[in-house]
């Protein structure tokens, strides 16, 4: 076998490979020996059929068959003698493939780069001195109270007010006909909660209990259902009922019944713990963004475009699969705009995995397959019903593999933040305020 690794870029190679003609025959020959063994030719003894017989029926199937093992087994043996670490599939470039005659194929693939870490102990980070307040306790009462609120129903008015929880049954048509999910009954709406387009939540308010009250929606022409993009909606809307949220007085009583304490002072006192143990996690995570700016920014290469592209994708599958408030149609991203701010974060996150990867090969940081096992059962008795569905999905080795990796990037980086060198700093920007206002 005759070999020629070339170097394309330093994230980019192509392998030339030729192999001999006894090579390709011999592996002709022991494919149509296992095919002989395997099917029945009429007017022939099983196993006897001749080679010359068994071509003309399945020459074109084992000439493929014997392309796809030369190729794979030639190359994985390269691989595996060259110390090449592939993170893309080969693109496979092929001669035609005689079966007396020798056989050449090239194969242009992307492997990790060579990258040499330097200056990655006693990284220095600065951590703000925060405390937990009193009035972030006094805010995190107030979310508890929100989460126990109950609706009641209003009795000394028929008119919905904003603020209201309205019970709704609605119908909305276009061009005369209606369309799909234009219809609900028994629909709960908070008016001026941003619920509905602005134009039909203005419209319930002043809307009298009982009373059928007509509403017209424009859709804007860039509106995500097509179908309703720039059309005039007509609905039909009878509020069937009126409530109000109530929200349960903050004492002694309320600590009992919702927060399993004794008294308020306590449910507060475990409040505080709370915080303060998100905070100090926080913190260390703000820490580790740190270290993780501190390595890209002093380390300078090239990540191999086939892991961008795939973090990417991951990126923009869970951006879609996330549920927040979406901006009017009018100031949300294009397409375009948000695959490109997504591959920015991509490339970052790329560099950052295979410079924790090399750091951790350096530091022999393992992790065994214990591990894995008891990282798994942790997920699966936190997704409760989806446990077996999560369980199930781990039991592929692929899987089990990108956990590895997930571990030992977090152990390496746990060891650099022991490592890190930290100065506790007076806060610019209580980011925590920020946080917990955002929860």
Known sequence: MKIDLDELSPV?????IELPANEVAGEFSRAYQDLGKRVRIKGFRAGKAPRSVLQGIYGDEIREQVRSQLVEHSLGEVIKDRGLQLVSRPEIEAAELQENGDFSFSAVFEVKPEIDVKNYLDIKVKKPRIAVTDDQIDEALKRLQQSHARLEPVTDRMVAERGDFIAVDFAGFVDGKPFSGGKGDNYIIEIGAGQALPQFDDALQGAKQGEEKHIKVPYPEDYPNRGLAGKTAEFSVVVREIKQKVLPTIDDEFAKDHGECSSLEELKRVIRQRLEAELAQYQKEELKEQILNHLIESHSFEPPASMVERQTRYLLERNASAVPNSPE????????????????????????????????????IDVEDRDVQERIDKLVRAAGER??????FYSRSEARADLRTQIAFERTLDFLLQQATVEEVDPSLNKVDDENKKS
């Open 329 to 364: 149609p009018e100031t949300a991203p294009t397409a375009e705009e948000t695959r490109k701010a997504l591959e920015t974060r991509a490339v970052r996150q790329v560099q950052a995995t295979l410079l924790v990867e090399k750091i951790s090969q350096l530091e022999r």
């Open 12 to 16: 980019q190679r192509k392998v030339h």
């Open 387 to 392: 446990g077996k569905t999560l369980r199930d």
